[in-house]
């Protein structure tokens, strides 16, 4: 005896009234034996339940769980249930089976494992419908998002965006939210309900701040978003800061960045570092964020000169970066685990060897000191080869000696002929360093610590200055050393 095939018919009950429903889909509808609705919240539902229709909805399963992911699953796994005891089934959804419906995605993906077929018939969406009350040319680019699964960087401004699963208030404001970290807390928005069904068509345009305080959210309403190029929101795009660099770059562009090269503004990438460093010590989020943009624009620059040479992109930056925090922390995306800082960098050290490995480095012959880079300031340079050495037992036991240390090289400087000085103020910096290092301290933040503080108590003593109208010309170290203790109990 042959077995039937299972089958699940998947229809689209439109955007609007009976009317608007095309007729091979009324016939299904009419001829199912088994007809089950996502929802009975249409305006197709109550005619066909007139027509004597008989359906079942899966509105109750919506109460049952906390997510529509969850609810969505929950729907698909009773639906196999049926069509397992009826061997077909006719499903019908809301607009196009096939646009905004996740069960369907979840049937077309899971029905071949379950032995079942899955038909997909047709439908009118709501996209249809809105773009002809709206008056919108989809030519001119469009995006169609999830309400309930909206992420800023889905958002295009340049775009008609339509937003559709705006189910109620709640949903409503995660949509206004996640807009607004796009685009302006004013910028006019629409919501539109039913569009396209006579009577219960709603359309109504506000600010985004207020979108979530209308009072027509259903199962049919959606947002949609004007596409918009005012320099504010552009300015917040990574893609114009790509194009703004590419223009500055190209013949139209400007003469001096034009003539650059990855050596002449070498020095700036380290310039612009120092700067970020500053606020960073003066804690100034707004020069920060400022700064931050600077050295930002310096990592664009080589990017876009190494594009032109056909070397790489600043998308290729990215992707490598993306690449490298993925892999470099399996304990976050991957099946390692890190219970604490030090099983986390363990894990970091060991996919860096595995790297080398990769690229044909013998870690096994290549130099402990390897991998510190030269051109870090002297200071942070020492601090690094000796943490690098330390690593494999080239250090001192105890801090006492480490001390001794210490006065052992301030001696042999005080008594270093002047051709040596040199020398011996590196050797006795260099074991002040380790000091540091075995206090737990960063030797480049203390003495920047010092180095604020200096300049703190000394602008205090010019203040003092300017306040008696006289120049350092016109005093004495004894008078600015008595202004130097006063600094020290006023900027501590």
């Known amino acids: 005896m042959e077995m039937k095939n299972k089958t699940i018919s998947v229809v689209g009950l439109g955007a609007g009234d009976l009317d608007q429903l095309p007729y091979g889909i009324y016939r299904t509808l009419k001829a199912a034996k088994q007809l089950y609705l996502r929802t009975k919240e249409h305006p197709v539902v109550a005619e066909l339940i007139a027509e004597g229709i008989a359906i079942e909805s899966f509105d ?17 796994e009773r639906l196999f249930s049926r069509v397992n005891e009826a061997g077909s089934l006719v499903y019908a959804v809301p607009g196009h089976p096939l646009v905004a419906e996740r069960t369907v995605q979840l049937l077309l993906a899971e029905g071949p494992n379950r032995g079942v077929e899955i038909e997909i018939g047709g439908g009118q969406s709501f996209i249809d419908p809105l773009f002809a009350r709206l008056h919108i040319d989809p030519i001119e680019g469009f995006s169609l998002l999830d309400g309930t699964a909206l992420a800023a960087h889905q958002i295009s401004p340049g775009l008609h965006t339509i937003i559709a699963q705006v189910y109620d208030a709640f949903v409503a404001s995660d949509v206004k939210l996640t807009l607004m970290e796009v685009l302006p807390d004013d910028y006019e928005v629409t919501v539109a309900t039913a569009v396209g069904v006579a009577g219960q068509e709603i359309i109504e345009t506000v600010p985004l701040y ?14 949609y978003v004007p596409p918009t190029k005012d320099e504010k929101v552009s300015y917040r795009q990574f893609s114009y800061l790509k194009e703004i660099v590419a223009i500055l770059r190209s013949p139209d562009g400007c003469p001096w960045d034009r003539e650059q090269t990855h050596q002449s503004i070498r020095k700036n990438l380290i310039e612009e570092t120092y700067e970020v460093l500053e606020t960073i010590d003066d804690d100034d989020p707004d020069a920060m964020c400022e700064e931050l943009g600077d050295l930002l624009m310096q990592i664009m620059l080589h990017s876009q000169m190494a594009a032109e040479d056909g070397y790489f992109s600043v998308d290729d930056v990215v992707a490598t970066l993306n690449e490298k925090l993925v892999r470099r922390h399996p304990h976050v995306f991957g099946e390692k685990s890190a219970n604490d800082s030090e099983e986390a960098l363990a894990n970091w050290q060991e996919i860096k060897a595995q790297e080398k490995a990769a690229k044909g480095i013998d870690v096994t012959v290549q130099s402990q000191l390897a991998g510190v880079p030269r051109d870090l300031p002297a200071l942070m340079y020492a601090y690094k080869l000796q943490k690098k050495a330390a690593q494999v037992g080239f250090d001192w036991d105890d801090i006492a000696d480490v001390y001794k240390k210490v006065e052992e090289e301030y001696h042999e400087l005080q008594e270093a002929p002047e051709e040596e000085r040199a020398g011996e103020l590196g050797d006795l910096l260099f074991a002040v360093v380790n000091l540091a290092r075995f206090l737990g301290l960063d030797p480049e933040e203390a003495l920047a610590l010092t180095n604020n503080k200096f300049k703190k108590r000394f602008s205090y003593i010019e203040g003092k200055l300017q306040e008696a109208g006289r120049t350092f010309e016109q005093t004495d170290l004894q008078e600015m050393d008595k202004w130097w203790e006063e600094a020290k109990h006023e900027t501590r």
């Open 60 to 76: 109750d399963v919506y109460e049952q769980h906390d997510t529509f992911s969850d609810v969505y699953t929950d729907i698909v």
């Open 210 to 223: 207020e979108l979530d305080r209308l009072d027509h959210f259903g199962n049919l309403s959606l947002v």
